[in-house]
């Protein structure tokens, strides 16, 4: 479990969006993973999806890094935002712009 949490750690840490998701940002696996993706791509951020399903010791370890039960997990700048519902409900709000805003993150506002 320890390689797990060192591979976790290091990608919350050296991406300033990272998304640890089922499946990939072209091919997601679920539907909450598909709708934090649509969010990102549309706001136009850079970021890095992590494949949960391709190491089962990753996708418990997520659960235990950020002490929340599902999955996709969205990071900023190491810091752990939440799940679909979450970033979707901050998304519509504005929320979610405004954040990538403070940490340097260039977005596109929500039209």
Not at 27 to 48: A, E, M, R, T
Not at 82 to 109: H, N, P, V, W, Y
């Amino acid at each position: 479990m320890t390689d797990a949490n060192t591979l976790i750690e290091t990608e919350v840490k050296s991406n300033d969006v990272v998304l640890f998701m089922k499946g990939t940002p072209q091919f997601p696996q679920c539907g909450f993973s598909g709708q934090v993706v649509q969010i990102l791509n549309y706001l136009g951020v850079p970021y890095k999806g992590v494949n949960v399903l391709e190491d089962p010791a990753v996708r418990d370890g997520i659960k235990s890094y950020s002490n929340w039960p599902t999955i996709p997990q969205l990071y900023v700048k190491g810091e752990f935002v939440g799940g679909c519902d979450i970033t979707r409900e901050m998304f519509q709000a504005g929320e979610l712009q405004e954040l990538m805003s403070e940490k340097g993150i260039a977005a596109k506002s929500a039209a």
